[in-house]
């Protein structure tokens, strides 16, 4: 047993729910432990969270039983879905009010929900700047967070809203690094015009979760948007050409065009990309970096995340 407070955390051996693990275990007097929730206990990465001193705990956030067995006893809770995996925001809302109901079952003091904008809020199904998708849906990966935040309020949670950031990771894992075009020369593509796109490094994610838990009822029913750096296209390829000792173009294409790119979720990501860009003194407005600083004092920039991480992103 342990006096610590007890943080259940969805998604402990991705990146959000990782970087928070971590952050916990790394504040060994900071009155917080981690349970790390997974599917497989067994895994390489539930073993080294296991190893590094968190609790592992199985359950799968399609069964809304397991949830409140991992919720139990915890004082708060980090819930996060994984849109990715299924590509349904039907399926990212149902899963969201079952956190909302194993976090109320289990009377949780503090509970962390990483969400979105729902986008239809800013562009009416009805407005044809950018295409309605899967029916009802502007940008899919985002509406259906934004939508599941009424699930945690209308049970009176004790929440706090996370508004999460474009991941500078996305150059590495997501296909989004620089490519090189006929000319020889590198170049990321990103339909955001001349404007700013909010980014962090995912793991600071997690770590500005930490600060939310550690400011406690300070936050509770509250909406915190964390991020690095406001960055464009232009500035955000001047640094990946610091870094790489090698020039990086920014190649600016029309959301439209980025939407035809045809990978899975290309016209997900391309009216996302939209939405950053219209609306960018909101989407900018709501992630403060001032306020993420505070919230975890060792936030990185896009320079430092570059100088650590360089060596990952796969340059063809
Ligand atoms: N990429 C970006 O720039 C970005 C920015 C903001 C927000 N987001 C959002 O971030 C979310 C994903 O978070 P992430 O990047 O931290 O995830 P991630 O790194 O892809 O990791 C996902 C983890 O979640 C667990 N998981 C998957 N399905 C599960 C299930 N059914 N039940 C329980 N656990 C499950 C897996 O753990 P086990 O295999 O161990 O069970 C996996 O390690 C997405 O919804 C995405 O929209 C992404």
């Known amino acids: 047993m342990t006096d610590k407070k007890i943080i259940a955390v969805l998604g402990a051996t991705g990146a959000q729910g990782g970087g928070l693990v971590r952050a916990i275990l790394n504040d060994t007097g900071g009155g917080f432990t981690a349970r790390a929730i997974t599917r497989d206990v067994d895994s390489d990465k539930a073993q080294a969270l296991a190893r590094q001193g968190a609790e592992v705990v199985a359950a799968d956030v399609d069964d809304p039983e397991s949830l409140k067995k991992a919720f139990a006893g915890a004082y708060g809770a980090y819930c996060v879905t994984f849109y990715w995996e299924h590509f349904s925001p ?114 600071d994610i997690g770590k500005c979760a930490y600060g939310v838990f550690r400011k406690g009822s300070d936050l509770v029913g509250k909406t915190v948007g964390v991020t690095g750096e406001h960055l464009t296209g232009g500035e955000m390829a001047a640094a990946l050409g610091d870094a790489l000792g090698e020039e990086v173009r920014y190649n600016m294409v029309e959301p439209a065009v980025y939407r035809g790119f045809g990978f899975p979720g290309a016209d997900d990501l391309g009216n996302m990309f939209q939405f950053k860009r219209d609306f960018e003194q909101y989407f900018c407005g709501v992630r403060s970096v001032e306020t993420s600083k505070d919230l975890n004092p060792e936030l990185q920039s896009f320079a430092a995340w570059l100088a650590r991480n360089k060596r990952r992103i796969p340059l063809d």
């Open 90 to 203: 039907e399926k990212e809302v149902a899963e969201a009010g079952a956190m909302a109901q194993a976090a109320q079952h289990a009377g949780l003091e503090h509970v962390i929900w990483s969400t979105l904008e729902d986008t239809r809020q800013w562009v009416p199904l009805d407005d044809d700047r950018m295409p309605t998708l899967m029916g009802k849906y502007k940008v899919p990966h985002f509406d259906g967070k934004g939508e599941a935040n009424h699930l945690f309020t209308d049970l009176g949670l004790p929440v706090t809203f996370l508004l999460t950031s474009f991941y500078w990771d996305n150059l590495i894992h997501f296909g989004m690094g620089p490519k090189r075009g006929p000319d020889g020369k590198l170049a990321i593509t990103f339909p955001m015009g001349d404007k700013k796109l909010p980014g962090m490094a995912a793991e």
